[in-house]
């Protein structure tokens, strides 16, 4: 379900089209953004339940104070590149939502992370059990 730079650059494209198409982008777009926002923010809680259970599981299967701090270390570190693609997302979220608040135009390269970020961070969210809607493709494109 990885996708390719090229692979990502053109569905940006595409979404750029998307947002243009009938005179509506000044609708869509932000109404788009909306609704990831939404979606992310719920999958940021998700994860951070998900982690204090974890943890707190860690921590009532430790047979002592060290090795549940050693536990709960290591559920920490297994959380790492979790949070990590979600620090990505929001950054380019908020470059999107910045140059959508200013009435600018979107560059491809920003809604590009977007798409890279939202795709990458889906893949992570549903091995743990939580879907996002399907709001932006992410679907590997065949050779």
């Not at 104070?65 to 536990?71: G, I, N, P, V």
């Not at 979107?106 to 809604?111: F, G, L, S």
């Not at 990458?120 to 879907?131: F, I, K, P, T, Y």
């Amino acid at each position: 379900m990885r996708l390719g730079l090229q692979a990502i650059l053109v569905k940006a494209g595409l979404l750029l089209a998307l947002f243009s198409v009938g005179g509506c982008a000044e609708n869509v777009e932000p109404i788009t953004a909306d609704r990831i926002a939404l979606a992310v923010d719920k999958g940021g809680a998700f994860i951070a339940e998900r982690e204090k259970a974890d943890g707190l599981a860690a921590i009532e299967a430790a047979a002592d104070r060290e090795a549940a701090l050693d536990a709960v270390a290591d559920v920490r570190a297994e959380y790492v590149p979790v949070w990590a693609s979600y620090d990505m997302f929001q950054a380019a979220h908020e470059a999107w939502r910045s140059v959508l608040n200013q009435r600018g135009t979107v560059p491809v390269v920003v809604r590009a992370a977007v798409l890279s970020g939202w795709c990458s961070l889906s893949v992570l969210l549903d091995a743990m059990g939580h879907e996002l809607p399907p709001i932006l493709p992410c679907e590997e494109e065949s050779p």
